[in-house]
């Protein structure tokens, strides 16, 4: 039979646990509020970018461009974007688990390397062969979900860009948890350079615009600039779906917990009763023998 | 003509104003009432915004793109 302090104990113990996870949740909630308003204050911004640059690519051959030209690929650029803490669930396990099948299978025989976003992507690199490249930002990688702002995000892209232009890389790729609602994530593979043109729609007036100084001028402006908003874009996505992933993942710890306590209040109740019973037992036996 | 200057981070300003001086890649200038559609390209420098009331706000940026049709302004802004 149970132990009546070990059970009590126990108990205990549950239930400090569940009061953790049920404060993580909460405060998870207000964090991923705040991360979902920044996606949201992006989002004029991006989809005017993406407006103007489809415009203008519509008219304009720019496949040739610094940051559009395809090579043959050989050196892979992996950028990885986790969370620096644990506790989400398959958060980061989903991403790690794609980030390195790309790297076994689809780049299999190329050069990987890996950029590390996150403090979970860099302990688990760590410890593979493949090479890790931006430690030395002069802003920590890790720290970047400190202080989620453009202007911090900005140097990163322009550093993927360098090593892309420089030939070190031919191809750079961006794995990260795409922000759908609360409870649902979805791990993205997202090429990032070579720059994909993006698909030529029909019907768009062109050329009722002055260009200034140019076209090719504005285009090759355009480009850094929406790469940056695109790692940007995919940071706070990464972000947002980080505290989405932990309030869920907390928010079963806690219904957990508390189906846990319940179970544990039974046990400890029903060895209370049989611990009474038997001191009955006993007084009434030695009762018993007295009068006997 | 109704302004808007956007960031990455935020809208910075939306309203209706007189006259915009933007700070272009080949040079500064000014864009009133009624300019024929323009997308043009920013340097790093000041915009400076004048209203109706003859009220001037000035805002720094680090580059960025401006679009101008029917009326409308939209300053995409690094700042």
Do not use: W
């Amino acid at each position: 039979m149970a132990n009546l302090k070990e059970v009590r104990n126990r108990i205990v113990s549950v239930s400090s646990t569940q009061q953790i996870t049920s404060a993580m949740k909460m405060v998870s909630a207000a964090k991923l509020r705040r991360a979902q308003d920044a996606i949201t204050q992006m989002r004029p911004y991006a989809s005017k970018l993406k407006d103007i640059l489809e415009n203008l690519s519509a008219s304009l051959d720019s496949s040739d461009g610094q940051y559009s030209k395809q090579r043959p690929v050989k050196n892979v650029l992996l950028v990885v974007i986790t969370s620096n803490r644990g506790l989400c669930g398959g958060f980061n396990a989903n991403v790690l688990k794609a980030a390195s099948k790309l790297a076994r299978e689809d780049y299999k025989g190329n050069n990987v390397s890996v950029l590390c976003i996150g403090k979970k992507a860099s302990d688990y690199f760590k410890k593979t062969e493949y090479g890790i490249i931006g430690s030395d930002m002069p802003r920590g990688l890790n720290e970047l979900f400190d202080e989620l702002t453009f202007l911090n995000v900005a140097p990163v892209a322009e550093k993927i860009m360098q090593v892309f232009v420089d030939l070190q890389f031919d191809k750079v790729e961006l794995i990260y948890n795409q922000f759908k609602n609360a409870a649902v994530q979805i791990t993205t593979t997202e090429q990032y350079l070579p720059v994909q043109a993006p698909p030529v729609t029909e019907n768009k007036k062109v050329g009722e615009y002055i260009f200034e100084p140019s076209k090719e001028f504005i285009v090759a402006d355009l480009i850094p600039r929406s790469l940056k908003t695109q790692l940007f874009k995919a940071l706070l996505d990464s972000h947002a779906a980080e505290h989405g992933a932990r309030m869920t993942s907390m928010h079963k710890a806690t219904d957990n917990a508390g189906a846990l306590i319940k179970e544990l209040k039974l046990t400890y109740n029903k060895a209370r009763q049989a611990a009474i019973t038997n001191e009955i037992l006993e007084i009434v036996g030695g009762a018993e023998a007295l009068a006997g | 003509m109704h302004l808007e200057i956007i960031t990455p981070d935020k809208k910075v300003f939306s309203g209706d104003v007189d006259a915009i001086k933007l700070p272009g890649a080949e040079g500064s200038f000014g864009i009133l009432n009624n300019h024929a559609p323009i997308i043009a390209s920013l340097k790093k420098g000041t915009i400076k915004v004048t209203d109706a009331k003859k009220n001037i706000e000035t805002f720094e940026i680090n580059g960025g793109v401006v679009e101008v049709q029917n009326n409308k302004v939209i300053v995409l802004a690094e700042a």
